[in-house]
C-alpha cells in the first residue's frame, strides 16, 4: 500500500521544506507540492494529478488536512472521490482515519474549522480596507492600462481596438472600456 504525499502552501514567500520532511519521515516516496490557494480546487494542478493516478489501496498523506483543502465541501468532494477509489487519507499531525465514523466526524470538524479560518482572514482583510478608505489612505489597486496610451495610440496613430490591445498586452475589452465603446457583437 503505496503512500503518496501532498503538500501546499498558499504564497510564494512561505517554504514547503517542513511539509516535504514529514511526509518524507512518514513514508511517501512520491511527493507532489504546489503552491496555491486551498479555497478552490481549480488551478490545483498536483491535487489533481494525485487524485488522478492514485488507486485502491493507496494512502494520499497530508501534513495537516488544511493542506488540503479550506473549504468543507472541497474537503468532502475530495474524500468522496478517494472513498470511491478505495484509496485512505492520513494526516502526519492530525488522527485522521476515514476509515471509522470518529475519524470521518473529526475530519469534517477539522474541515469546518479551516473554512473558518478563511473566512476571518476574509472579514478582517475587508475590514481593513474599509476603515482604510474611511482614512483615505486606500486606493485600491493601481491601475496597470495606461489610458492615455489607449486614447494616443487610437487618436494619433489611428489603431484599432485589436492591435492597440495586443501592442500593449491587454485584452481587447479594456481597450473598449478606455475608450468608452461598446464592444461589436461576436
Known sequence: MPLYGYARVSTLDQDLGLQRAALR?????????????????DGRTELQALLDFVHAGDTLVVTRIDRLARSLKDLQDIVHELKAKGVSLRATEQPVDTGTAAGKAFLDMLGVFAEFETNLRRERRLEGIKAAKERGVYRGRKPTIEAAEVRRLREQEKLGPAIIARRLGIGRASVYRVLGKQLPPA
Open 25 to 41: 519521515a512518514a513514508g511517501c516516496q512520491v511527493i507532489r507540492a504546489e503552491t496555491a490557494s486551498g479555497t478552490r480546487r
